[in-house]
């Protein structure tokens, strides 16, 4: 059976028992009814899995202290038998302990045997990979205490998006413990069935109910559809998922396309779920009509009460059931399947008769067992129908009087089968090793001897030819001893072309025999340069987010392989392939034709695997990775590698922005699973980038102890490869060190690390073999001080000064006159500056021209240039200032062509590596040029033996070929073997450093702006002197919890931008770094300006053809500079002076591009170079249509969403309010279009409201026309915005919405939920926020798991997909939006005059953030009604009668829908004509009533309990807050001191000045507080007396001072010693005392902030120890009262909760008069 070569993934089975177990114990006489039959639900589906089995069991009703889940595994050799053994064994155990009459008892048999339960899951299981434990078989459980948050889970699945999935959950919060789909759908699962719990428990404990009542509620109230249609919303693949819950709820879970198959049976005992329909038929004896099949993309339900139902969880696709499962796989004894298995034999008989041309008498009939064998009889009885005709036209041959004898003789003609072939042993060849698989195939089939004859063919058919190698292996070998004339190979299947990825386990395309054909006539026929173009395409598939919905996702690019043939051309081949050695018959391979394959399976379209048609988009990335693998030599699965394949570990050496741009970029390797950095920076501190987390380790990096602490942890971590970054390591021998003890490692032996380590050395050598330099002399020591001035004196040149030895990039001085020379070389010789690498100078000629970088990676022999770079060592812009290690770089240089990169290589590259192997120190690792452009040629300043910084931030971004590979390779001396590809375009970095670098700087400041920068499009920042701030978790407040980044070192960043031109690049570049400050922090601003200053026309054409040759007189040229002040150019003014940054506003564009190709739709276009966007109304399937617009705002919110710097849920905000009124009105959205206003352009946000409306538009199907994005200073306050949209939907005329003619009393009123708030009534919010002090960080009263912005700023719910199938079906008579104007505004607007609504607010649980509102807001319920929707997203009119019919669409699409109400008779239409006309002016009054709004709303809630406090008990510091105002600064510690996370809590607050909105705060935080007046006391002594008893009364043990405008004594500061903080408005030590803003902005300050300090006796006011600071740039805009209020916002509420956590923690000590801030 050629098709052993493949596997199947997996069989399931579920069982619910709807009666009591004592009911089965009666009717059946045992207790284990359901799991014996669960038992033969298993072994019937042997077929699908025979590597490991398990059972689990969920009990309903079991009392606390009982187990309530059951599970067993096995992977023993028959392990469906020896997991029910185990059950059985483990059940009668405890059976046995019971008494007679016990055994008989349902609820003591529950809570005392195991097995006895009411729900049971099966599960047989096929291993793809080669971890065939207990622990990969499923059930798999999930575990918790709480019953409901209980997970067991099995299913038959493969997905295709494991990585995206996985990095979803990571960035939810969760660790998943691998990478596999089993476990991401298990977490994936557990996450959204943990958020639903708790919803439903803030929403029932909210509402007055008892803990106990609640968990019973949520048990009752689970909504399984809602948990997996969050859960499977971004699942690709085929799958049946069936699942338990701890309370007895279960469900099984089908694939949108029906790829895999699920069944399920329901009688008045049991509810069964299999994998297959005969199955259940056999098991349970019930006809073929009674078992039914689960709908694509359906869930099937069971509660825990019994109720058994379908819904719909994700939108239904074509289907694409599976035929090879049915071919192959699934039972016979299926009806259908039979059938169909037999037209596929019958419709191969026109093929069969032309291989054998048209001679049956001369043939004999077979087949491969077992499965072949229907299609065998099919195939047969073709034959017989081809010989009955055959017969026919024999015998009228004969004419009108035949012989009798002839015509007996025709009538003796039969089709001549034999049993030919049988399977002489039972080995599951597809689960062995490649290299024993040959021989074991070979002996598993035997032939029926003497049973053929030389003269006959022999037509043999298979189910199907998959690899080809079972054939050649053992079956042909095996028929060919029987001697035929021909052998005719049959497959019933058609030729498997491409690997498959939703359950049939092939994953390798160069296995599959049809591919080797087609791969082999490609390169018959000198088609290879095909088969490249199809390696670039898949490639860049690969780096497409399946989520993305690109278009490029649903094209499968390996199709071309087979276009230039036809089907017969490619069979033909694989019967030349198949054809063993020695074979002495003719071969044949006869495949099924695609055409037979769906006329004998109309009804499943699932085919893939033969046409390249995947349904989904994570298929075509499937068939595009293993094509990939095939083409790199790669024996790799294209899926399925769980993270027990770790892949390769890397250890990079380093701490700089070197270091972590090879971090960066390995870790993007495919085959790198983990990179380790020695020391690292904070750019490489727990880093995820892609699937792989960078993570920094401290190592012992001194050569004294021969780095045996890098070697030890690359044994204890199993380190593959590690890759050196600085030149020290390399010079004290460390590759030699690793290399002795057996690792491999990139970088140069510490003897030709000499190259760099001596550049005395590295002169001689270049003189030695002749490669180009400055003419040189070396000098050693003061002894030839004399000897060294008189070669400068005597030389004809102008000198450079070298410290030979390593100086860290800066012991290079240029002097500008010989003087200043003979000082340099003073102070390097006599006064020992660069200490011992200056022991020895070099002196050189002085070169003229441009500099340029070229990295050349050397193996030892051969040499691999990558792209040349430009760098800029100079401190300041102009080339001004002292050399530093490099402020910027850009890559590639126009200035290197590809001629004179050759005449590098060859004269300065290439005779340096063989040099080196002459001398006996072969070079390995990257050997680094700096070359300057002469006008006699390109000459070598120096070597460095490492990967230079900066030129590595531009050079490896732009590398298109596996940096892993790369350095493998020089390793491994296969470098010769490497093709180097890059990307085009260009890459620009600018460096961002210290304020006095080169020279000494201040360290640990602050970095912000980091996320920003990284968010303009094609910006990475690189970290060098950084590291991660150590804060507190703070689970509650991510203000507190986040990541703070601070400055380590000279050179701090290096700001990366990608772009398709170097102009592009700088730009985005220096947008990136616009959004980064910290304090002092300085960057050049000129970086790649030489180039841009070039006429147009020559640059353009340098950066369009950079191979063209420049002369060297131009290039020449370009090395004087010239000032260029600004990015912008020019000495003027400028557009970016003006406030008006158009590079930013391009990055925007550029970034919000890949969401709006998201939205794309029939008919509609939008344009990519500026707003507008085109509608073909026909095109998008509008004929006769009414245009319907939608605009809106999202008023206020945008307040909250500014105060939490979240931004994307607006944009979907923004979209949801135009979209739901357009569909209210019976249309479908088209497009919609946006104007978003703002004081300063900043990207991030910008990307992000953008991101939200292409989230939204999808939600709504329609395509996004992105509008302007207009900056406009002057008009809007820096960090100011407004934005609006706009939505055009159409509708056929007899769809349009409402129908106030067709309503009439008893139409009924259907609710749908909204998700929250939505974007209407924030003013009101936020003025009930600032009266209960709270800030949007804060946890909500609510529901503490979440803080108060999460839940303000959840998005809008978007109603388009479930509403308009129903407006389209004419089942609406209307709509209303619940948005402005709340549930009573909303809901009247539609209504007719004569008509009402009468609305039951007992029909829907009121919200708790309503409840909330309600409450503390001391809000009037008809108000709330008025303003908000109060959990009612949308009313929806229908007709008495249809709301069935109407509720079970809307719950297909996801929605909940709840009646809420009906349409009743007007009593105001029945007034007089001026008495209506003026009960119409309140038309909410009297047109929609809102009954029982008292009894429901305002029962009794208990908010005061949901607090932090219920969650986490935490002993904390008691802090008293000394203030005398407003207490702004008190309310950010009231509101941190809430977290339960957070180590203080403000126990006391004290003014000394009565009244103040301060003591107001406390009053609402309900904080104790007390006024303190210091005029009624005599003097200062006495009023500090009184305060410091009331403080030692209220056991405080810190005080905070806020605001306190009195200056305390050192007698009073010494009674609490290092107890007393205080916060100022500028960073101390500038401008302490009053006024500080308006002196910041007289002096011209750039930067200022805040600083939190101790008071300590004996200090200044305002000059104590420094705890910590916060900083934001000085705008040019800014005034005293706007820099106020936002040192305030941004600096203030953020360093003191800081500060306060770090005191109180105890880990801001005083050490020798400083604060030393320790690590958390």
């Not at 639903?196 to 109230?221: P, S, T, W």
């Not at 004081?1239 to 992000?1248: L, S």
Request: hydrophobic share 40%.
């Amino acid at each position: 059976m050629e098709s052993e070569g493949i596997g199947h993934h997996c069989g399931v089975a579920l069982i619910r028992l709807l009666k009591p177990v004592e009911y089965f114990v009666e009717k059946y006489g045992t207790v284990f009814y359901g799991l014996k039959n669960l038992y033969l639900l298993m072994e019937k589906q042997r077929n699908r899995g025979q590597d490991g089995a398990g059972i689990a069991c969920v009990k309903l009703d079991l009392e606390p202290g009982f187990p309530f889940i059951d599970c067993q595994r096995s992977i023993a050799q028959d392990p469906i038998k020896d997991v029910m053994y185990k059950c059985e064994k483990l059940a009668s155990e405890k059976l046995q302990e019971l008494d007679g009459g016990l055994r008989r008892n349902g609820r003591i048999l529950k809570h005392r045997v195991p097995f006895t339960g009411e729900v049971f899951l099966g599960h047989v299981r096929y291993g793809t990979d080669s971890d065939n434990s207990e622990d990969r078989c499923h059930p798999i459980p999930h575990e918790n205490n709480w019953m409901t948050r209980n997970l067991v889970l099995a299913g038959n699945f493969n997905l295709t998006n494991v990585d995206e999935l996985f990095s979803e959950l990571v960035e939810l919060g969760q660790h998943p413990r691998e990478k596999s789909d089993t476990i991401t759908l298990l977490e994936n699962i557990s996450h959204f069935l943990d958020k639903e719990n708790n919803d439903l428990y803030v929403k029932y404990f909210a509402a007055g109910h008892g803990m106990q009542d609640c968990f019973r509620l949520i048990a009752d109230n689970i909504n399984v559809p809602r948990i997996l249609r969050q859960a499977a919303a971004h699942w690709d693949g085929g799958y049946v998922i069936g699942g338990l819950l701890g309370h007895g709820d279960a469900f099984a879970l089908r694939d949108p396309s029906g790829i895999r198959p699920a069944f399920y049976y329901v009688d008045e005992e049991v509810a069964v779920v299999a994998s297959e329909r005969p199955v259940i038929q056999s098991v349970f004896g019930c006809g073929v009509d009674e078992v039914r099949e689960i709908g694509p993309g359906n869930a099937l339900v069971i509660k825990r009460d019994g109720t058994v139902f379908q819904e719909r969880v994700i939108d239904p696709l074509p289907y694409r059931g599976c035929t090879f499962e049915r071919i192959y796989f699934s039972r016979g004894g299926d009806a259908a399947i039979y059938r169909e298995r037999e037209r596929l034999g019958r419709n191969l008989v026109p093929e069969v008769l032309q291989a054998l041309d048209g001679d049956l008498e001369n043939a004999v009939f077979g087949f491969i067992p077992n499965t072949s064998e229907l299609s065998y009889y099919g195939l047969v009885k073709g034959m017989e129908e081809q010989m009955d005709r055959i017969k026919e036209e024999k015998i009228l041959a004969l004419g009108p009087a035949p012989d009798p004898a002839e015509v007996r003789k025709i009538l003796a003609l039969k089709v001549r089968v034999e049993k030919v072939a049988f399977k002489d042993a039972k080995i599951r060849t597809f689960i062995q090793e490649d290299k024993s698989r040959e021989f074991l195939v070979s002996h598993a089939y035997d032939v029926t001897y003497d049973s053929v004859k030389p003269t006959d063919a022999l037509v043999v058919i298979d189910d199907s030819v998959v690899r080809g190698t079972t054939l050649t292996n053992s079956i042909l070998k095996n028929l060919d001893r029987l001697r035929p004339r021909k052998i005719v190979v049959v497959s019933s299947a058609p030729q498997i072309r491409y690997p498959d990825c939703y359950g049939i386990d092939i994953a390798k395309i160069d296995n599959l025999i049809a591919f080797k054909a087609a791969t082999a006539l490609c390169k018959e026929r000198g088609m290879e340069a095909r088969l490249r173009e199809v390696y670039e395409k898949c490639k860049i598939q690969q780096q497409l987010m399946v989520a993305s919905a690109d278009p490029d996702l649903f094209i499968n690019h390996v199709k071309a392989v087979f276009e230039p043939f036809t089907y017969q051309e490619v069979s033909d081949k694989v019967a030349q392939l198949v054809r063993p050695k020695e074979f002495q018959s003719e071969i044949k391979v006869v495949y099924q034709t695609i055409e037979g394959l769906h006329k004998a399976m109309p009804d499943y379209k699932g085919d893939w695997y033969f046409t390249g048609d995947y349904p989904t988009p994570g298929g075509m990335k499937v068939v595009g990775r293993a094509f990939i693998n095939y083409y790199e030599g790669r024996n790799e699965r294209a899926y399925g590698v769980i993270s027990s394949n770790l892949g390769k570990t890397c250890l990079v050496i380093g701490s700089g922005g070197r270091e972590h741009t090879f971090a960066w970029k390995l870790a993007q390797s495919k085959q790198v699973g983990a990179v380790w950095v020695a020391p690292g920076n904070g750019g490489t501190q727990d880093v995820q980038v892609g699937r792989v987390t960078i993570k920094n380790v401290k190592l012992d990096l001194s050569p004294t102890k021969g780095f045996q602490d890098v070697i030890d942890f690359c044994s204890a971590n199993g380190v593959d490869l590690v890759a050196v970054g600085p030149e020290q390591p390399l010079v004290d021998g460390i590759v030699d060190a690793l290399h002795a003890a057996g690792i491999k490692v990139f970088g140069p032996s510490k003897a030709a690390a000499l190259l760099e380590g001596s550049k005395a050395f590295c002169k001689d050598f270049m003189a030695k073999y002749s490669v180009p330099t400055a003419e040189f002399k070396s000098f050693k020591g003061v002894g030839e001080l004399d000897a060294a001035i008189k070669y400068i004196n005597e030389s004809p040149f102008d000198v450079v000064v070298k410290a030979s030895g390593l100086a860290a990039g800066k012991g290079v001085v240029v002097p500008e006159t010989k003087e200043e020379a003979i000082a340099a070389l003073k102070e390097c010789l006599e006064g020992r500056v660069f200490g011992e690498a200056g022991d020895e100078v070099v002196i050189e000629e002085k070169l003229e021209g441009p500099e340029v970088s070229v990295f050349g990676l050397s193996d030892g022999y051969t040499v691999l240039p990558l792209l040349p770079a430009q760098d800029h060592k100079r401190a300041y812009d102009d080339d001004k200032g002292p050399n530093t290690g490099g402020m910027g770089a850009f890559c590639p240089t126009p200035l290197v062509c590809e001629d004179l990169l050759k005449e590098i290589t060859d004269k300065v590259l290439q005779p340096t590596v063989d040099g080196m192997r002459k001398e006996g120190t072969p070079f390995v690792g990257c050997l680094y040029a700096g070359l300057m452009l002469t006008k006699n040629g390109p000459k070598n300043l120096e070597f460095n033996v490492r990967f230079g910084d900066p030129e590595t931030q531009v050079v490896l971004p732009l590398l298109k070929t596996d940096l892993y590979d790369l350095m493998c390779a020089c390793a491994e001396q296969r470098l010769s073997s490497i093709n180097v590809e890059f990307h085009t375009g260009a890459a620009c970095t600018v460096v961002m450093a210290s304020g006095g670098y080169p020279g000494s700087y201040h360290k640990g400041y602050e970095i912000t702006g980091l996320k920003n920068a990284m968010s303009v499009p094609g910006v990475t920042v690189f970290h060098a002197g950084t590291k991660i701030r150590p804060i507190s978790p703070n689970k509650g407040n991510p203000a507190l919890g986040q990541r703070t980044v601070e400055t380590s070192g000279g050179r701090v960043l290096a700001v990366t931008a990608v772009a398709r031109s170097l102009p592009e690049a700088q730009t985005r570049a220096y947008v990136g770094m616009r959004c980064i400050n910290f304090i002092g922090g300085f960057y050049r601003k000129d970086i790649g300006k030489k180039l841009l200053r070039l006429p147009t026309e020559d640059f353009t054409t340098m950066q369009s053809d950079p191979l063209k040759k420049q002369s060297v007189e131009s290039i020449f040229s370009m090395s004087s500079p010239t000032h260029h002040g600004d990015v912008s150019g020019g000495t003027g003014l400028t557009y970016l002076a003006a406030g008006v940054d158009k590079a930013a506003g391009d990055a925007a564009k550029d970034g919000i591009q890949p969401y709006v190709r998201r939205t794309s739709r029939s008919g509609c276009m939008a344009s990519s170079e500026d707003t507008s966007g085109m509608c073909d109304l026909l095109t998008a399937g509008h004929r006769d249509a009414v245009l319907v617009t939608g605009t809106a705002g999202v008023g206020t919110k945008l307040k909250v969403a500014a105060d939490v710097e979240k931004y994307d849920t607006l944009g979907t905000d923004l979209v949801a309010l135009c979209v739901n009124d357009v569909v209210s009105h019976g249309a479908e959205p088209i497009f919609f279009t946006d104007y978003y206003a703002t004081g300063k352009q900043r990207v991030a946000q910008t990307v992000a409201i953008v991101k939200g409306m292409g989230e939204g538009c999808i939600q709504a199907g329609c395509s996004l026309f992105p509008g302007e994005k207009a900056e406009l200073p002057g008009i809007f306050p820096r960090g100011e915005f407004d934005m609006a949209g706009f939505a055009v939907g159409a509708a056929d005329r007899s769809t349009v919405l409402p129908k106030k003619d067709a309503m009439q009393e008893g139409d009924v009123l259907i609710g749908l939920a909204s998700s929250g708030i939505h974007a209407n009534g924030f003013s009101l919010v936020r003025r009930v926020i600032a009266s209960q002090g709270l800030s949007y960080n804060a946890p909500a009263p609510f529901d503490a798991s979440r803080s108060l912005g999460d839940v303000f700023l959840t998005p809008t719910r978007i109603y388009v997909k479930a509403v308009m199938p129903l407006c389209n079906g004419g089942m609406l008579k209307g709509a209303a939006h619940i948005a402005a104007g709340g549930l009573l505004e909303s809901v009247a607007k539609i209504l007719p005059v004569n008509l009402m609504a009468r609305i039951d607010t007992t029909a829907w649980e009121l919200p708790a953030v309503f409840r909330w509102l309600l409450e503390v807001g001391r809000i009037e319920p008809r108000e709330l009604a008025r303003t908000f929707n109060c959990g009612v997203g949308m009313v929806l009119v229908v007709a008495q009668g249809d709301e069935t019919a109407v509720m079970q669409e809307l719950s297909n699409h996801g929605e909940e829908p709840f009646v809420i109400g009906q349409l009743a008779v007007n009593d105001a239409s029945r007034k007089s004509s001026s008495e209506m006309s003026q009960s119409m002016t309140k038309p909410t009054r009297s047109r929609v009533k809102l009954d029982n709004i008292e009894a429901s709303w305002l029962k009794t809630t208990r908010f005061t309990s949901l607090t932090a406090d219920d969650f986490q008990n935490t002993r904390k510091v008691r802090t008293a807050v000394l203030i005398s105002g407003t207490g702004t600064n008190l309310q950010a510690l009231i509101d941190c001191c809430r977290l339960p996370t957070f180590p203080a809590e403000v126990s006391l607050v004290v003014s000394n000045v009565p009244g103040v909105g301060g003591l107001e705060r406390a009053a609402a935080a309900k904080v104790p507080h007390m006024t303190l007046n210091h005029k009624e006391f005599p003097d200062r002594s006495s009023f500090e007396g009184a305060l410091h008893d009331i403080l030692v009364r209220n056991n405080i043990q810190l005080i905070c001072l806020a605001g306190f405008m009195r200056i305390l004594t050192d007698e009073f500061v010494c009674k609490w010693p290092n107890k007393i903080i205080n916060i100022h408005p500028s960073l101390l030590p500038a401008f302490p005392g009053l006024n500080c803003h308006r002196r910041v902005l007289e002096k011209g300050v750039k930067v200022t902030g805040c600083t939190v300090h101790y008071v300590t006796a004996g200090d200044h006011v305002d000059c104590g120890p420094i705890i910590i600071q916060e900083a934001i740039p000085v705008e040019d805009d800014d005034t005293p009262e706007s820099l106020t209020e936002r040192v305030k916002v941004h600096c203030e509420w953020k360093a003191y909760p800081r500060a306060l956590a770090l005191v109180a923690e105890g880990k801001a000590p005083i050490v020798d008069g400083k604060v030393k801030i320790e690590a958390y």
